[in-house]
């Protein structure tokens, strides 16, 4: 079935080391996003790739950088977190299309010790 | 921009009840309207979606919405809820950019 995948699906880190996550997907979707989620809050957007034209918040932090190497893949790269970015970090993809579904993955929880 | 306001923090029903979470958007132009769950440490998952048309739409797991332009509303109703169905709600909108704004989310608790 097609979908959105995330790896790892649970992440430990210890504050201030640089951490990776990833995403991919075989909907061959233009369109990638990455959110934020803390506990009991809604999904926060950070940015999303339009192909390969990026997309930043205007209040996502410089600590949070993104690379989208081909249409599949994308990754989420936090420089050095803190405790706060402790959170679940899920993708989402869609298509051009106005007003398209995105389609998410089951995200992956970052523990920041 | 466009904004969603879901009234209700959190809310508990038995089981064999129905079920309605209430949804208000905030949008000048016809917004594109989605229904989300989200199970702990999970995705979100679609329930179902509003575009254009009927303003009474059918989606998955026997949930259904009402787009109500007048009140600017788009709730999802069930008519007997079941004990799978805990989990939280998010109601989310979009223009036509794709720019997804969600609301603060329902959390539901089923009653045996």
């Known amino acids: 079935d097609a979908m959105v995948i995330q790896n790892p699906r649970y992440q430990v880190t210890q504050f201030g080391k640089p951490v990776t996550l990833s995403c991919s997907q075989t909907?061959?979707?233009?369109?990638m996003y990455w959110y934020q989620q803390k506990s009991s809050q809604a999904p926060k957007l950070l940015f999303h790739y339009y192909d390969k034209d990026f997309n930043n918040e205007a209040d996502t932090p410089d600590n949070f950088q993104s690379r989208r190497p081909n249409t599949s893949f994308c990754f989420l790269d936090i420089r050095s977190p803190g405790l706060g970015d402790a959170a679940m970090y899920l993708c989402a993809t869609s298509s051009l299309l106005a007003g398209e579904t995105q389609y998410f993955g089951p995200g992956t929880r970052l523990l920041v010790l | 921009a466009q904004s969603v306001t879901q009234p209700d923090i959190h809310i508990t029903v038995s089981e064999g009840a129905s079920l309605e979470l209430r949804c208000n958007y905030s949008y000048g132009a016809t917004p594109y309207l989605f229904w989300y769950v989200q199970s702990p440490g999970q995705g979100l998952q679609l329930l179902l979606k509003y575009f254009s048309g009927d303003t009474l739409v059918q989606g998955i797991k026997g949930f259904e919405a009402e787009f109500k332009r007048s009140q600017s509303s788009f709730n999802l109703r069930k008519p007997s809820v079941h004990w799978s169905d805990a989990a939280e709600y998010f109601c989310?909108?979009?223009?036509?950019?794709?720019?997804?704004?969600f609301g603060a989310g329902t959390r539901l608790t089923v009653k045996p």
């Open positions: 909907l061959n979707h233009n369109v």
């Open positions: 989310a909108v979009t223009a036509y950019n794709n720019d997804m704004r």
